[in-house]
Each structure stands twice: as structure tokens, then as C-alpha cells.
């Protein structure tokens, strides 16, 4: 039987992970605060610690480090209710095994004290690098789960030397996500360097990248040191690494693996130390699939993929986002403009299929139109259309397209007095035509079997099938 300490000032977490952990068959022991946790430490020895971080006294992050001190590389799994990304990585950095967000699923939970409890008995040597913390150039806002999530995934990438892959839509914070893994890593003193790939012109991708000596080409007219050295000690940041070129492809590859630059023209390698992080919008898979992106660079850069929410699955980020923006647009003696709760409400509900940086840009608009005073709808633009997205962009789902438009058809229809009416029956004969005529298309005519599809009697389909003109003669 293994041991549990549970360290939290809420009763009700310290009874329900005591449930948890002796439904699993081990024995729970909790505290209060941490100070009387390390009191008992010694004494209680125990397998793994959950541990919150704040707690009256001294805070759980700052007791890390006293617990190692007593008891060696215990597994120590965080949690908190305050998640952000600082936490989380100083949470990583002082060795905790995980980083859980309250409310948390107890499943998780089970799942991390399992893993805990599987690494508890082997020899602690993998502990996470230890950095400077420095500050973060660009700010990552958001205290959703999608959030909490994502904060815990850049840690860890930046406690980690490997090769980083981000995966997000356009407009979403690839490159917030970047510059974070860096400042929070070990190369935080070294160079960021960022090169949007799809910004490259084709004939020079080769030439920017590794460099060339003087006379390589037309035009060369003198050495060039290109960006794969210059990143040298720090991170080299791929932007839309999907639209690098094959041949360009072949040449990093061998970068990657021998840590050595040949500028075109010359045959005297350079040696180059940098970490990648790559990131694309694209389905980088189905581009190795099809032949346009090599397997073994995919694998190369994709060592760790941390997957960027868009800002639809985020919403309830959408005021403190708001909130940061405005601040920006502030001023020097002039007060931040402020929403009203109907333009909050707004910003809520459209789908924003240009991630944060739509919401961001919506902002700077709605702030000169009103003019530092309160914001309210009107001030707003038009939010972006589904059909304005990247066509590699990951689409959204088709319920929320039509949730979305079926929202901005009620808005409209409500607005117009005259077209309230009926309004109802209107949204059906919107609606119900398509769905019918795919689903006997599907069913090759035969009326009973769609209506089975479609959980209607035989009888209703056909009536609705005149009703539209849709029945075959």
C-alpha cells in the first residue's frame, strides 16, 4: 500500500482526493498548510504529495523545495485554482511531477497519482532543468481550461530541450507560444530568432536561411550569415514551416542532425547550436502524405506538440483579453475605454475565425470610433466571415458554422419589425428543404428507409416532401 500527503486549506479537496486515493487502494494522510505538512513528512514518508499552491503561510510552490529537502524526489503533484503561465512553469522548474488546474476531473487526478506512483519507485535523476525566469515578451491571457492546459504544455516544453512542434490557427499565439518556451528555457540569455517561412521568396529561402559566401550567386556580393547561425545558443522559430521547400527541407534536416551550417557557395561547415520550435496552421500530416513535406523532418521537428486552442473554444477569456487589449490602446493621461455589458456580451458570442488577433484588431477599432469613452455594439466591426479563413486553416466545426449563421439570421430578422412574423416557420422552410432532399438522395428515393434516417413517419416525410416540391413524379 502506498502513501498519499494531500496538502490543501479546503476541506473539501482534502476529503475527496482522500476518497480518490483509498478507492485505488492506498492510504491518505492531509494537511492544512504546509508548514504542518513538512512537520509530518518526515514521519508520514509518503509516496507521492499533492500539493495546492495557495495556502495560509507559506505557499506550495516555495515548499517544494523544503519537501525535497526532507524526503528526496517524491513525485509532487500541483494544483491550483489560480493557473497562469508563470505558475505553471515555475511549478515545472522547482520539479513537480504535474500541474492541475481546480475544478479538476477526478479521473485526471487518478491518472497523474497512477504515473506518480509508477515513477515513485525509480531513481529521481530526469528531474527538469533549472533557469532563469525572465519576463515574457508578449502576453499569453487566459484563465479557461483551454488556457490552464496550454500553460502547462509550454512548460514543460521549456523545462525540455527537444524539438518543439505548434500547431494552431492563423491569429491564435503560435509565436507568443514560442517566444515563451524560450524566455522559460535554458536559452532564455540566447538569441529568439523568428523566421516566417511563407515570407521567403523560394529562390532566396536557402540563402536566408543557412547563409551564403560572397560570389555564391548573382548578386552575392559579399558573406551573409544567415539565420540558422545567428540563432546560435538560443531558439530558431519556424513560422509556417509547412511552406519550407523540399530541397530546402533536405538541407535542414542534416542541420538538425549534424549541428552544422554550410553557406551556399562554400564547402567549409559552421557549427550552430540552437533549439527549434516550429509552428504551421496547416495539417503538416496530410502534406507528409501527399509527398510536399519529408516524414523524417516532420518527426524531426515534431518531437513535442503542444496544439494552440482557437479563441472559439475559449470564450470565457474573452473579457480579461478585452480588458489587456484596451489597456494598450491607453494613453499617456488618458483612462483605458471600458465595454458596456452589451458589447461584452457581443464580443462573447460571435466565433471569431480570426482567433485573438481579429479580437485584437476589433478593439483598436471599436477604441477610436468611441473615442476613449464606453464601447458599445455599434462601435464594433463586422466580425470576420467563416469563408474568410485560411483554406489550410482548421475549419470549424459545421454545427457551429450553422449555429453561427442561424445567430446572425435571428439578430437580423428580430431587428426588423416587419419580419417577425411567422419567424418561426421561416427558419423551417430555411432548414428542413436541404436536410430532406440529402437524405432521400441518400436513400436513392426510397421514402420509408430516409424516413427512418431521419426518425420521422413515412407519412409526415411524403407531406413534407409536397410541401416543398420536392417529390419525385
Same mark, same amino acid.
Given at each position: 500500500?502506498?502513501?498519499?500527503?494531500?496538502?490543501?486549506?479546503?476541506?473539501?479537496i482534502?476529503?475527496? $482526493?482522500?476518497?480518490?486515493?483509498?478507492s485505488?487502494?492506498?492510504e491518505?494522510?492531509?494537511?492544512?498548510s504546509a508548514?504542518q505538512a513538512l512537520d509530518e513528512?518526515?514521519?508520514?514518508r &509518503?509516496d507521492v504529495?499533492?500539493l495546492?499552491?495557495r495556502?495560509?503561510g507559506?505557499?506550495?510552490?516555495?515548499?517544494?523545495e523544503?519537501?525535497r529537502?526532507?524526503?528526496?524526489?517524491? &513525485?509532487?503533484?500541483?494544483? %491550483?485554482?489560480?493557473?497562469?503561465l508563470?505558475?505553471?512553469v515555475q511549478?515545472?522548474?522547482?520539479g513537480?511531477?504535474?500541474?492541475?488546474?481546480k475544478p479538476?476531473? #477526478?479521473d485526471k487526478?487518478?491518472?497523474? $497519482?497512477?504515473?506518480?506512483?509508477?515513477?515513485?519507485?525509480?531513481?529521481?535523476?530526469d528531474?527538469p532543468?533549472?533557469a532563469r525566469?525572465?519576463?515574457?515578451?508578449?502576453?499569453?491571457? /487566459? !484563465?479557461s481550461?483551454?488556457?490552464?492546459?496550454?500553460?502547462?504544455?509550454?512548460?514543460?516544453a521549456?523545462?525540455?530541450?527537444?524539438?518543439?512542434l505548434?500547431?494552431g490557427e492563423?491569429?491564435?499565439?503560435?509565436? $507568443?507560444a514560442a517566444r515563451?518556451?524560450?524566455q522559460?528555457?535554458?536559452?532564455?540569455?540566447g538569441?529568439f530568432?523568428?523566421?516566417?517561412?511563407?515570407?521567403l521568396?523560394?529562390?532566396?529561402a536557402?540563402?536566408?536561411?543557412?547563409g551564403?559566401v560572397r560570389?555564391?550567386?548573382?548578386?552575392?556580393?559579399?558573406?551573409?550569415?544567415?539565420?540558422?547561425?545567428?540563432?546560435d545558443g538560443?531558439? #530558431?522559430?519556424?513560422?509556417?514551416v509547412?511552406?519550407?521547400?523540399?530541397?530546402?527541407q533536405?538541407?535542414?534536416?542534416r542541420v538538425l542532425?549534424?549541428?552544422e551550417?554550410?553557406?551556399?557557395?562554400? /564547402?567549409?561547415p559552421?557549427? %550552430?547550436?540552437?533549439?527549434?520550435?516550429?509552428?504551421?496552421?496547416q495539417?503538416?500530416l496530410?502534406?507528409?502524405?501527399n /509527398?510536399?513535406?519529408?516524414?523524417?523532418?516532420y518527426?524531426?521537428?515534431g518531437?513535442?506538440?503542444?496544439?494552440? &486552442?482557437?479563441?472559439?473554444?475559449?470564450?470565457?477569456?474573452?473579457a480579461?483579453?478585452?480588458?489587456?487589449f484596451?489597456?494598450? %490602446?491607453?494613453?499617456e493621461?488618458v483612462?483605458?475605454?471600458?465595454l458596456?455589458?452589451?458589447s461584452l456580451?457581443?464580443l462573447?458570442?460571435r &466565433?471569431?475565425?480570426?482567433?485573438?488577433r481579429?479580437?485584437?484588431?476589433? #478593439?483598436e477599432?471599436?477604441a477610436i470610433?468611441?473615442?476613449?469613452?464606453?464601447?458599445e455594439p455599434d462601435?464594433?466591426?463586422?466580425p470576420?466571415?467563416?469563408?474568410?479563413?485560411d483554406?489550410?486553416?482548421?475549419?470549424?466545426?459545421?454545427?457551429?458554422?450553422?449555429?453561427a449563421?442561424?445567430?446572425?439570421w435571428a439578430v437580423?430578422?428580430? /431587428?426588423?419589425?416587419?419580419?417577425?412574423?411567422?419567424?418561426?416557420?421561416?427558419?423551417l !422552410?430555411?432548414?428542413?428543404?436541404p436536410?430532406l432532399?440529402?437524405?432521400?438522395?441518400k436513400?436513392?428515393?426510397?421514402?420509408?428507409s430516409?424516413?427512418?434516417g431521419l426518425?420521422?413517419?413515412r407519412t409526415?416525410?411524403?407531406?413534407?416532401l409536397?410541401q416543398?416540391?420536392l417529390?419525385e413524379?
Amino acid at each position: 500500500m502506498s502513501k498519499l500527503l494531500v496538502v490543501d486549506d479546503e476541506q473539501s479537496i482534502c476529503w475527496g $482526493l482522500s476518497r480518490l486515493g483509498e478507492s485505488i487502494g492506498h492510504e491518505v494522510v492531509t494537511a492544512s498548510s504546509a508548514e504542518q505538512a513538512l512537520d509530518e513528512v518526515e514521519e508520514v514518508r &509518503p509516496d507521492v504529495i499533492v500539493l495546492d499552491v495557495r495556502l495560509p503561510g507559506m505557499d506550495g510552490l516555495s515548499a517544494i523545495e523544503k519537501f525535497r529537502e526532507r524526503v528526496g524526489q517524491v &513525485p509532487i503533484i500541483v494544483i %491550483t485554482a489560480y493557473g497562469d503561465l508563470k505558475t505553471a512553469v515555475q511549478a515545472v522548474r522547482n520539479g513537480a511531477f504535474e500541474y492541475i488546474v481546480k475544478p479538476f476531473d #477526478l479521473d485526471k487526478v487518478q491518472h497523474a $497519482l497512477v504515473r506518480a506512483l509508477a515513477s515513485s519507485h525509480t531513481a529521481a535523476n530526469d528531474q527538469p532543468q533549472i533557469a532563469r525566469v525572465s519576463a515574457i515578451a508578449g502576453t499569453l491571457v /487566459g !484563465r479557461s481550461a483551454a488556457m490552464q492546459e496550454l500553460f502547462n504544455h509550454i512548460a514543460l516544453a521549456a523545462a525540455s530541450n527537444a524539438s518543439v512542434l505548434l500547431c494552431g490557427e492563423s491569429g491564435s499565439g503560435k509565436e $507568443l507560444a514560442a517566444r515563451a518556451i524560450h524566455q522559460h528555457g535554458n536559452r532564455a540569455d540566447g538569441p529568439f530568432v523568428a523566421v516566417n517561412v511563407a515570407s521567403l521568396s523560394p529562390s532566396l529561402a536557402e540563402s536566408e536561411l543557412f547563409g551564403h559566401v560572397r560570389g555564391a550567386f548573382t548578386g552575392a556580393d559579399q558573406d551573409r550569415v544567415g539565420l540558422l547561425v545567428q540563432a546560435d545558443g538560443g531558439t #530558431l522559430f519556424l513560422d509556417e514551416v509547412a511552406d519550407i521547400p523540399l530541397p530546402v527541407q533536405v538541407k535542414l534536416l542534416r542541420v538538425l542532425d549534424r549541428a552544422e551550417v554550410v553557406p551556399v557557395g562554400s /564547402g567549409q561547415p559552421v557549427k %550552430t547550436n540552437f533549439r527549434v520550435v516550429s509552428a504551421t496552421h496547416q495539417d503538416l500530416l496530410a502534406k507528409v502524405k501527399n /509527398g510536399s513535406f519529408r516524414h523524417d523532418l516532420y518527426f524531426r521537428l515534431g518531437a513535442f506538440r503542444v496544439d494552440i &486552442p482557437p479563441l472559439r473554444e475559449r470564450h470565457d477569456d474573452i473579457a480579461e483579453l478585452a480588458e489587456h487589449f484596451l489597456r494598450a %490602446t491607453q494613453g499617456e493621461g488618458v483612462s483605458a475605454p471600458t465595454l458596456s455589458d452589451a458589447s461584452l456580451s457581443e464580443l462573447q458570442r460571435r &466565433p471569431w475565425y480570426g482567433n485573438v488577433r481579429e479580437l485584437h484588431n476589433a #478593439l483598436e477599432h471599436a477604441a477610436i470610433v468611441a473615442r476613449g469613452g464606453v464601447i458599445e455594439p455599434d462601435h464594433l466591426p463586422q466580425p470576420a466571415d467563416a469563408s474568410l479563413l485560411d483554406a489550410h486553416d482548421c475549419e470549424p466545426p459545421v454545427e457551429e458554422s450553422i449555429l453561427a449563421l442561424i445567430d446572425r439570421w435571428a439578430v437580423a430578422k428580430l /431587428g426588423n419589425a416587419g419580419e417577425t412574423e411567422d419567424l418561426y416557420e421561416q427558419l423551417l !422552410r430555411l432548414v428542413e428543404p436541404p436536410l430532406l432532399k440529402a437524405a432521400i438522395e441518400k436513400h436513392h428515393g426510397q421514402c420509408a428507409s430516409a424516413a427512418r434516417g431521419l426518425g420521422l413517419h413515412r407519412t409526415t416525410l411524403r407531406k413534407k416532401l409536397d410541401q416543398y416540391d420536392l417529390s419525385e413524379d
